[in-house]
């Protein structure tokens, strides 16, 4: 039987959210359907409501989330009812030219669900990123359910569901930090601080955190940071090469998602070093480089999409280090709110006052 839930809907471009009943079929072959039970408000949501990425309005928002799985269609082996998930937008195909070549973590065809959920009147809803967690219950594909231990708290176990895991992996994964490494991290909001604690967790030993706002860069030192600098105050790309010997930091991370703050990275990392971008930027943007200096670097300019997460591989491993107390992801969660709360939550994210809120049912 179908189920009607409460869900919340972004009907038209920039207006406020709605707090709206939706149907949510049972789940179809290779489907699942998941309790929600906290899913956290990123900047994504925020820039479907806006228009920002389609204009397939309404929208089903919420996609960083952690829940059970209620019940799973005809074929799926992989979750069953009971399970504790952290859904993914990165449901690997196994089968496209990169999964093939052994790097599923940039599958090009991710798995969604075939079905549609709709509102009571029939209209078709577009899942934010493929999976609508702002609801009571959501329909994905079994593939977006990656089961994780459930020790974990949903409200912290979430988090990998998107914004942590793109800074975390943007360090681990993309940025490949190592062992002495030193990192600089551009902009210091949920996903730079991730980063910062991936580089932590990577072995970095020394670990720069940039921002233009003294409360971010107070969490970033609780993350990790060994260095801070205020780049309205001081010149970030001295700094950073005033800590690191005159060189440069092996791997910049920008977080931000900006044309200006993505050239103090390329002008801030060591020679051979690596850019990673994990900011998005605004689709009108450009950038320029002294195009010698590409070359004369060496090195690697890279971009992070989801942190080249392999969500199979890395959700299970970062929860366990959460509860092995190595990595705090509690320290991301700055209110829990409920459903209702998610246009609050937009604001409040807007103005810099939050790395995460997360709403919980
Ligand atoms: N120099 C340094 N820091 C800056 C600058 C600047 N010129 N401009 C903004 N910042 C800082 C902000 O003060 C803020 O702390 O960048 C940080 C950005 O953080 P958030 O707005 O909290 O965004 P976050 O959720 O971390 O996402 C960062 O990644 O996933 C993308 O869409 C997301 O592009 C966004 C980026
Ligand atoms: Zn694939
Ligand atoms: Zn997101």
Known sequence: MPQNVRAVIART????????TIVVPDPGPGEAVVKIQ??????????YREGGINDDFPFLLGHE??????SVGAGVTAVAAGDFVILNWRAVCGDCRS?????PWLCFSTFNANQKMTLTDGTVLTPALGIGAFAEKTLVHAGQCTKVNPAASPVAAGLLGCGVMAGLGAAMNTGNVGRGDSVAVFGCGGVGNAAIAGARLAGAHTIIGVDIDDRKLEWARKFGA???VNAKVTDAVEFIKSVTGGNGADVC??????PATYR???DARDLAGT????????????????FIEVFGRGGALKSSWYGDCLPSRDFPMLIDLYLQGRLDLDGFVSETIGIDGVEAAFHKMERGEVLRSVVTF
């Open 99 to 103: 999964c093939r070549r052994g790097r």
């Open 275 to 290: 850019v990673v971008l994990v900011g998005v930027p605004r689709p009108d943007m450009t950038i320029e480089l002294p």
């Open 253 to 258: 991370i920008e977080a931000i998602g900006h």
């Open 264 to 266: 103090q990275c390329f």
């Open 226 to 228: 060994t260095h801070t």
């Open 13 to 20: 471009k920039g207006d406020p959210v709605s707090l709206e």
């Open 65 to 70: 989330a952690a829940g059970l799985v209620e």
């Open 38 to 47: 906290a899913c956290g408000v990123c900047h994504t949501d925020l820039h």
